[in-house]
């Protein structure tokens, strides 16, 4: 009996601990397996704001933002035309929830760019729809690069309030919006298409006819157009997509084939994106509402309904004084955090 216990003992035990061994392997390998599975659920579910920490400025040289991914849908892009000339640091010093596709125009070796630089910011933003079309993301803002410029509806021309202010509802629900207010320029009636004639500056006017009609074929050509300039507006993906790609790669198509030049084509796409949206000829509401729906600035006085006090005025020059917006127009010391820029 001892000899046969002590012999039966050990190969007990060995088995125990084989199969102890065995349930342990197979436990490590489970885990494993679904922690890996696990991890890449949370890589597919990431939304913009998780996305944007691996980001980087297109023009430091460092990672170059990338297109939508392809392996998701986000939730809201800045598309933005830049040159490698251009300070885009303060979009990621303070749009970090936002995805950013940072088209550098004139470098053919960067991540985003276009095939022919023409028609100003038009040609970025065709080409971000045209190659995104079947994974747009919900809501884009499509803008210039630079913070402070005078397109800007802001009092200093200054992109970060005027983005900070911008009401993401508000667009969702109506689809399209322009990033301007005042009526300076473009509003109430920028264009008459059929009894415009030559100006000195440049005025897509005698030539819009044309161009509407190559554009929208087929459309009968409108009286008057009017849109608050300057090229800088919010669309959903669902408003996107109610025209056929195809319409998005014949607009491309126009503006890399037509005979006018880069600044006139370009104008001509400039006060036609509202109605490639859906918008009526003239598309200008009131300052007051403008401010308010898309802005949330509410408590504006608002004497004109083309501008509200304070907010816009057209500077004399269309380059901002070096130094700005701590040095004024005539050389001044100014403090936008304190009241309103001098003249």
């Known amino acids: 009996m001892l000899f046969c216990g002590g012999v039966q003992g050990p190969r007990r035990r060995n088995r125990e601990k084989a199969i102890l061994v065995t349930i342990f392997i197979i436990g490590a390998l489970y885990f494993l397996f679904f922690a890996k599975k696990s991890e890449h659920r949370k890589v597919v579910s990431h939304n913009s704001v998780s996305y944007e920490g691996s980001q980087r400025n297109p023009h430091s040289g460092q990672v170059s933002p990338s297109s939508v991914p392809k392996s998701q849908t986000l939730q809201k892009d800045l598309v933005v035309a830049s040159m490698k000339k251009d300070d885009v640091s303060w979009l990621y010093d303070n749009f970090p929830e936002w995805h950013k596709s940072i088209y550098v125009v004139d470098d053919k070796q960067a991540k985003l760019t276009v095939d022919l630089n ?7 933003y065709l080409t971000y729809i045209v190659d995104n079309y079947d ?3 919900d809501a ?10 005078w397109h800007n509806d802001d009092p200093y021309y200054d992109g970060v309030p005027m983005l900070r202010n911008f009401q993401l509802p508000y667009l969702l629900k109506q689809g399209y919006v322009n990033l301007r207010c005042a009526w300076v320029l473009g509003c109430p009636v920028e264009i ?7 100006r000195d500056d440049v005025h897509a006017g005698e030539y819009f006819k044309t161009g509407f009609m190559e554009l929208f074929p087929g459309v009968e050509v409108p009286e008057e157009v009017g849109v608050s300039c300057c090229a ?3 669309v959903t993906r669902s408003k996107v997509l109610e025209r056929p790609k195809s319409d998005y790669v014949r607009f491309r198509k126009w503006l890399a084939e037509t005979p006018l030049q880069d600044d006139l084509s370009g104008r001509i796409m400039e ?8 918008k009526g000829p003239v598309y200008c509401p009131t300052a007051e509402e403008c401010y308010c729906k898309v802005f949330g600035l509410c408590d504006l006085s608002c004497p004109h309904e083309g501008d509200c006090a304070g907010r816009y005025v057209l500077p004399p020059f269309s380059s901002l004084p070096e130094g700005w917006p701590y040095k004024g127009w005539k050389g001044q010391d100014q403090d936008p955090t304190k009241g309103l820029p001098e003249a």
């Open 232 to 234: 800088q507006f919010g």
């Open 192 to 198: 008459h298409p059929l009894t415009d004639t030559h």
């Open 118 to 124: 023409k028609g100003r910011e038009s040609m970025v």
């Open 140 to 149: 884009m803002l499509f803008i210039h690069s630079q913070r402070y410029q």
């Open 135 to 137: 994974n747009l993301p």
């Open 271 to 278: 006060y036609s994106w509202h109605m490639i949206f859906g």
